[in-house]
């Protein structure tokens, strides 16, 4: 076992530099590599796979909620992206721009979509005319380029993988639903295929996407005590259908402003499950969302019988599960070494004494917990076992999550346990700009939402003492 | 019937102009829309939906022959391009070059991927060591664009939706064993999903990718004679291997240079599934790829228990098929014409009478037959009616395109068929390129593919007379 010992040795342990473990872990768990291309990444096949998997669970559920996929440009000319004007203001410093197709100069910038709200609206201004027409409920499965100055792989890349959804509605009340009920998607997605406990929220003015009336949000809470926005919910308003003159005529034959909405999550989310459920020896990936649920590792393989009986179990249990069977020469240890890494949720071991017995061993990452399983209701253990960890992992996490969860009432108690203790920092705040500035500029952390679930912890803002307007979850972000 | 008849009209007939023909149908049919991006397209839903139908199909049969999905950064850098000679000089006249991130102008040109086999061999080059990282069989499912002067929606845009696998191997033999290997995919989904016949053969080195060794073609032909070509797979020998360095130590510690191959097909297979099947009445969809399988109509929908019945035989028959009923208060002869326009391969009428005798009214979209079915067996007779329907458009486009494929011994002969009456020509040719060139100036014509199945026609080239190496198929295309 001594090459077992020496591929964990080799990661650098979270709490001794948290940063340098997340890189050991995307790239010793064959999740990306890197390429000449700055801040871009290869998403190798490990990585893409659980991407797979979070997009079908989540595009699952938009088709149930009755929206339908399409494919937009990816470029837009500049003078469509301008026609917002606080969405330019935006977006437009972080744009990568198209100037020459081939040998030929164009007569107008082309960007590379860095969000495609410009494209919908043009099509639904073009599409929309009747109250028949409504709602347009479209969503995008694509990439977008922002021109960030730093990277890291999943959190923040010049290029990401995406979906973003687009509405239009009748009513302002339609577009508020939709905006609460795709957040509600996100939240039910993170925490029962991710097993990420989140909070929901508003988004503070300054916070907001750039051209929203309200942006919502689920905010997660990492390893590390840092906050991670991992997925947001826009209600428009009317401002993009005044700005690109979607308009429909009601029922009553008068001409009306649709009111819209967009929501997004990202491949950003890998990053949250590595950093949420992962430990010293690599990545541990809820069973929802695994490529490989069930890892089988023959013992003595070479003796008679032992492959033949893995090969039969993993037959027996494809059915079922998303399973893989390990029969290359390595050693069993560096084999279990390797999978741990990889984050997978549970190996079988079986051997020649256990076929003898009619049993296989059954060994969970999450908490080494070993089980000898009669083969005689293999399925029926592993099904339990699967559900059990993806709970486990949740609970884990949430009890993390609270324990990292403090209260400030004053701004120097907030600094002391930002400072001390990072996580979520709850504290109540007057609503006025200058406040949240300086929060950020003495700790430098942010008003990540205005949760749902309001308290009344003190009746003052923690910053000015004035009247406080609401509790805010404040935290250092990723 | 007065509007179902209008909507009918408003469509060109093939026959009096089959470009617009096309052009109607898309539109119609909701497939696509226009956009202020020059030369792209919006795919609408129900395009998008036939789209992931494809990809279904595609990417169930990728992962079943062992390929894993990768993601590659979108931007190439334009050092990269240029290391193989042969490809850059294919690719870069027609690439969309990125010269500034917001308001920093770059220090090296990046280009939007025209198709991505540098970043392939790059991320090879980085990750293959020795015997037992090969094969590499990796896909990616991605946007390209290509800066094309004249654009027509799914069969050539600036930007297109493709997949792209790019393989690496340890010798000669395995890289041309894949390449065939991947070729015979395409043919059983354009076959078998899309009911579409192909012929299977090699490209002339003219007509070859750019950087390839050998290309190999599946060729389809259109409703009006023209041919398309519907898929391609490449074997690059080890011709990128050498530029990119792309080496492995093999089991005797030798190194060798990998062998490669790549292969893609497009969205524009969409419009091959439009221009094979179509006809005056719009859209016909292959009951495997349609998004819609079978619409119910009710008729005389007002009437007791009607629409109670047709939402019973819609639930009932939505567990095995993909069902949609339309109960709004459109007429339903118009909602009959609207459904023909996109191509739904079956409608099922049902009514107060129908209900009296225990009945529905199945009408197929492709012949019209009408056939009424006891709702004791509904299931049984919508599930052979559908793969009657399949067959019968795979039959119906094989006798098209059997009476369209035509024979030529001289040049005169062929100049006078392909001008009279458009199809694929067999001639046979000496394999000089003086000869190709000549066929394409004189009618427009290009060698479309070196079929597998070769049939010794004449023994002399029919453009020069010298000795004929092999039989080709000619063709216009798009």
């Not at 109250?131 to 890349?157: A, G, I, M």
């Not at 029962?192 to 009336?213: S, Y």
């Not at 559900?387 to 004053?410: F, G, V």
């Not at 002391?416 to 996580?423: A, E, H, K, L, R």
Request: hydrophobic fraction near 35%.
């Amino acid at each position: 076992m001594a090459k077992d010992k020496k591929l964990v040795e080799e990661i650098t342990s979270m709490n001794d530099d948290f940063a340098q473990w997340y890189t050991d872990v995307i790239k010793k768990a064959e999740l990306v590599d890197y390429s000449s291309v700055r801040g871009c990444m290869v998403i190798k096949p490990y990585g893409y796979a659980i991407w797979e998997n979070l997009q079908k669970a989540l595009d699952t559920r938009f088709k149930a909620t009755g929206h339908e996929n399409v494919y937009m440009p990816m470029f837009i000319p500049e003078s469509l992206l301008l026609k917002e004007k606080e969405h330019v203001e935006g977006f437009a410093p972080e744009v990568a721009w198209v100037t020459h197709g081939g040998d030929e100069k164009l007569t107008e910038r082309l960007c590379v979509r860095p969000t495609s709200e410009t494209l919908f609206c043009e099509h639904y201004s073009n599409s929309i005319q009747s109250y028949r027409d409504l709602p347009k409920l479209y969503n995008q499965w694509c990439s977008v380029v922002r021109w960030e100055k730093t990277t890291r792989p999943f959190l923040r890349t010049l290029e990401f993988l995406w979906q973003e959804g687009h509405t239009a509605h009748a009513t302002a009340e339609e577009a508020q639903e939709e905006t609460i009920k795709m957040l509600n998607v996100y939240a039910d997605v993170l925490e029962n295929v991710l097993a990420i406990p989140v909070i929901k929220g508003r988004k503070t003015d300054k916070e907001k996407f750039a051209g929203a009336h309200a942006t919502y949000t689920i905010e997660s809470l990492m390893h590390d005590g840092k906050a991670l926005q991992s997925g947001t919910s826009h209600n428009f308003g009317d401002g993009f259908a005044k700005a690109f003159d979607i308009q429909y005529t009601d029922k009553n034959n008068q001409l009306q402003y649709v009111h819209q909405t967009s929501w997004g999550v990202t491949t950003r989310l890998i990053g949250a499950i590595i950093m949420v459920h992962g430990d010293d020896s690599g990545l541990v990936l809820p069973p929802a969302v695994a490529p490989t649920q069930l890892i089988i590792i023959p013992v003595s393989q070479h003796k008679e019988g032992v492959l033949e009986k893995a090969n039969e179990l993993k037959d027996r249990l494809s059915a079922k599960f998303r399973v893989k069977m390990d029969d290359s020469d390595k050693m069993p240890g560096w084999k279990f070494s390797e999978y741990e890494m990889k984050g997978v949720p549970m190996r079988l071991e079986i051997g020649p004494k256990d076929i003898e017995k009619n049993q296989a061993v059954l060994v969970r990452r999450d908490n080494r917990e070993k089980i000898f399983v009669s083969l005689d209701n293999l399925e029926e253990t592993v099904e339990n076992t699967l559900a059990d960890i993806q709970n486990s992992l949740l609970e884990k996490a949430r009890e993390l999550r609270d324990k990292k969860t403090y209260t400030a009432t004053t701004i120097d108690e907030f600094e002391q346990i930002i400072n001390t203790t990072p996580g979520f920092v709850k504290g109540m705040w007057c609503g006025d700009r200058e406040c949240e500035d300086l929060v950020k500029e003495k700790t430098g952390a942010t008003a990540r939402c205005m949760p749902f679930e309001q308290e009344q912890l003190s009746e003052k803002c923690m910053c000015c003492g004035k009247p406080a307007k609401s509790m805010v979850y404040w935290g250092k972000a990723y």
